[in-house]
């Protein structure tokens, strides 16, 4: 069994693709029309045919209660693997990305906390 597709709820699939694709460098692997949403998935350009991010339309009434309490928390929704957190933060951060958590040693990985913009908090990875 492998993981093959991700969700991240999000405000608003427009602005959430310009983010993931703009600032975090994803690229798009599907768009499909689906009524006034779209099955909008996107892939790193390291793996192109590697596990697959959703960026869900957030509408269903449970999901703005839950974002709001993640976030109010400092809990990331999803993870993402950098090979070196201080240089993306960098990267991010003059790309106009707002962090939470700027970059901090844990152990065996170095992580930082990023604002997607769209309602949740991202967090990047190093295994050190």
Request: charged share 25%; hydrophobic share 40%.
């Amino acid at each position: 069994m492998k993981i093959h597709i991700t969700s991240v709820f999000v405000d608003d699939q427009a602005k959430a693709e310009r983010f993931y694709v703009d600032k975090l460098g994803f690229v798009k692997k599907h768009d499909i029309p689906l009524g006034e949403d779209r099955w909008l998935t996107l892939v790193s350009p390291e793996a192109p045919e590697g596990t697959e991010l959703l960026l869900e339309p957030g509408k269903h009434p449970a999901v703005p209660p839950y974002k709001t309490a993640l976030v109010a928390d400092g809990i990331p929704v999803a993870q993402f693997l950098v090979d070196d957190v201080h240089a993306e933060y960098k990267r991010l951060r003059d790309l106009g990305v707002t962090f939470t958590q700027e970059p901090a040693e844990m152990g065996t990985v170095t992580t930082a906390v990023l604002d997607d913009t769209c309602g949740n908090l991202i967090q990047i990875i190093q295994m050190n």
